[in-house]
């Protein structure tokens, strides 16, 4: 049996959340839309589903737009918002180490006419919020920073971001799929207009995640065809896929005493496992030491390339990542490690282990011995790998 | 036992040969570990028809009949080095008057040496298997390259410079079949790939024009050399043009120069 240490490329289902999904895929398969009793009931089921979202998230049922996943959400909140705020101006400010989601979308507004600022960062992967302050002009309409990074975990300063979005007059989108299990939601606290969630990240379906939209935000629907989502996403609605999302993000936010519980068992998992790879030589924990996502370790391996170090663990039986899933089988390296300042050559030996529910002190003991066996293998084996071996 | 890397081109040769292994390696406790390797960018438009084994399409099938196989499957990308030493060096071959075997490059420096090394790496694997039409034996702790069973399909002459230490890391599980053969495993299987047309075109030359390759790479404009006689002086090339249709209307081969045909700006010296 492996040891899925992934759990940031995607997380299994809860129990609880197919228990609550399954009668919406069967006698409950109604259309919300529908004005009979069938399409009543799966209209109760999305109901209640936005209602508990909504309570999560400090924010009225209405503000929140189901969609088709984490992806549609960003690019809903990009393309959409930018173009309803077009005539306030056509400057987007983000950041270089957001999610393809975010940067593509963004690419797309470029090639419209947009102007797009991308935000360095720090070694650690933090923007600085003077800086992007300074990067606010006349024509600014739309901010998007991430919540928590996928690749290294670092957490960006949301609320003071929001602030100065706020304070500016600027509207705010965060990307907040990585940190929808673990961190606080409040929308209010974060000061944004615009929060993008994915449902498979916290242990329920994929295929389905969220945008919530504060009222009064406006917003350039990007899939016509149908009146749902109060005309800001077309398309029959998802409803064993929303009940399950809500049910998940409950089971993971609705008591933040359980919530911040869970999060430090995985924080003590998380610096045993770097504590244990750390006992290599040439390896570097990469992310903020402090300001991170508590179940997200990752390391830069010199003289490794990470696509074999993740070959070589899953043939002995522990599955992670160089980073991120998405973007996998490509010879570029992170561009999120490459916007910390990391060589090229260095980031090629990127490795992402991410604990979940499931994982124990074993499972990250067992995980740490089979990185450092491989990594001692095949540096020894003389693999031709881009990276230099460090002289230390 | 053995751990095998099984080269997967999405193509139906590699394909059954890694099923056959798979097979095998179900009686013997081998495993056997499918590797796709992505050696050139895919072209963008059009490429996705083009039967080169980087395509999307033959990634697609690779895995597919990983799958259906029952082995774990890697996409492995091998792009620089593939540019370094197959590309780069079919064009320098191209301009320096050689006529580059890209194949066998391809062969002897990334098929049975990085993936090799690789795959021993990181995979644990000691040995590689190709879709190759060719045998290996070993007599006396001697391997030897040998022909394949089907004389038509034989591509020796693509791996006559592997090595002893390569040979004997090398599996060929098509050596003893006939492509007619190999097809109808693929059929009885029901592998997609059975009946994938033959692709024969040097891979990273999608459309077949290398010339525009060299024009892209090396900045080539198709201009002819000189060409110069035994003694480095260069021949008028209106009258080689005369003696040429001379001989030719005699229908006889009495030459009185013999031509050595040099690269651009290059001399000839005995």
Redesign the interface.
């Known amino acids: 049996m492996s040891i899925y240490l992934d759990h940031a490329a995607t997380t299994p289902i809860r129990e609880e959340v197919l228990d609550a999904m399954l009668p919406y895929l069967t006698e409950h398969f109604g259309n919300a839309s529908s004005p009979h009793a069938a399409g009543r009931r799966a209209r109760q089921g999305l109901d209640e589903a936005r209602e508990g979202i909504a309570a999560i998230l400090g924010a009225k049922p209405r503000e929140i737009v189901f969609t088709g996943g984490g992806s549609e959400a960003d690019n809903l909140a990009i393309k959409g918002a930018a173009w309803a705020a077009s005539a306030r101006g056509r400057h987007i400010i983000t950041s270089s180490v957001e999610h393809k989601a975010v940067l593509h979308a963004s690419a797309i507004m470029e090639r419209s006419g947009f102007a797009v600022t991308y935000l360095p960062v720090d070694r650690y992967g933090r923007v600085d919020p003077a800086e992007l302050e300074a990067a606010i002009g006349e024509h600014t309409s739309l901010v998007s920073i991430m919540y928590a990074n996928n690749e290294v975990g670092t957490i960006q300063p949301i609320a003071e971001i929001g602030a100065i979005c706020r304070r500016h007059g600027v509207l705010f989108h965060t990307d907040a799929i990585q940190a929808g299990g673990f961190l606080p939601l409040d929308v209010d606290n974060l000061g944004v207009d615009l929060l993008s969630l994915a449902a498979h990240k916290l242990y329920g379906p994929k295929g389905v995640g969220a945008l919530f939209v504060r009222q009064g935000t406006p917003l350039l629907p990007q899939i016509q065809g149908g009146a749902q989502e109060r005309q800001r996403r077309a398309g029959t609605e998802n409803v064993a896929g929303i009940v399950g999302f809500a049910r998940a993000l409950e089971l993971a936010q609705g008591d933040p005493a359980a919530r911040d519980a869970e999060n430090a068992r995985l924080a003590g998992l998380r610096d045993r496992l770097l504590a244990g790879v750390r006992e290599l030589p040439g390896v570097e924990p990469t992310g903020h030491p402090v300001e991170r996502m508590p179940h997200s370790a990752s390391w830069l391996i010199d003289a490794i390339?990470g696509?074999?170090?993740v070959?070589?663990l899953?043939?002995d039986g522990v599955e992670g990542s160089t980073g991120s899933a998405c973007t996998?089988?490509?010879?570029d390296p992170s561009h999120v490690l490459l916007a910390m300042g990391i060589p090229a050559q260095r980031a090629h030996g990127a490795l992402r282990l991410t604990a979940g529910h499931g994982t124990t002190t074993d499972d990250v003991d067992r995980a740490a011995a089979v990185v450092r066996a491989?990594v001692g293998?095949?540096r020894e084996?003389?693999?031709?790998a881009?990276n230099p071996v460090a002289s230390a | 036992m053995a751990r095998i890397v099984a080269a997967m081109s999405g193509g139906v040769d590699s394909s059954v040969a890694a099923a056959l292994l798979a097979r095998h390696a179900a009686a013997t406790g081998d495993e056997v570990i499918g590797v796709w390797m992505r050696l050139h960018p895919d072209g963008g438009e059009g490429y996705e028809q083009s039967r080169s084994c980087c395509s999307p399409d033959a990634h697609d099938d690779a895995r597919r009949v990983a799958q259906l196989v029952g082995i774990p499957f890697f996409a492995l990308n091998l792009e620089r080095s593939f540019e370094e030493r197959v590309i780069d060096a079919f064009a320098d071959g191209y301009l320096a008057g050689a006529t580059p075997n890209p194949c066998q490059a391809c062969n002897q420096y990334i098929k049975f040496d990085e993936l090799l090394r690789r795959g021993l790496a990181a995979y644990g694997a000691d040995q590689v298997a190709t879709g190759h039409y060719a045998r290996v034996d070993e007599r006396g702790g001697r391997y030897r390259l040998l022909r394949a069973a089907d004389a038509n399909k034989d591509q020796t002459y693509f791996l006559w410079v592997l090595d002893q230490g390569q040979l004997a890391r090398t599996r060929f599980p098509l050596g003893e079949l006939t492509k007619p053969e190999v097809r109808g495993i693929a059929a009885d299987l029901q592998l997609p790939t059975a009946d994938k047309p033959e692709s024969q075109e040097i891979c990273f030359v999608p459309a077949g024009d290398y010339r525009e390759l060299l024009a892209e790479r090396r900045g080539y404009r198709g201009e002819p050399g000189p060409i110069v006689d035994a003694g480095g002086e260069r021949i008028d090339t209106r009258e080689l043009a005369k003696a040429v249709q001379f001989l030719h209307e005699q229908g006889r081969g009495a030459w009185t120069h013999e031509l050595v045909v040099t690269p651009v700006g290059d001399r000839w010296t005995p």
């Open positions: 390339e696509g074999d170090l070959a070589a899953d043939l996998s089988g490509s010879a491989a293998r095949m084996l003389g693999v031709p881009p």
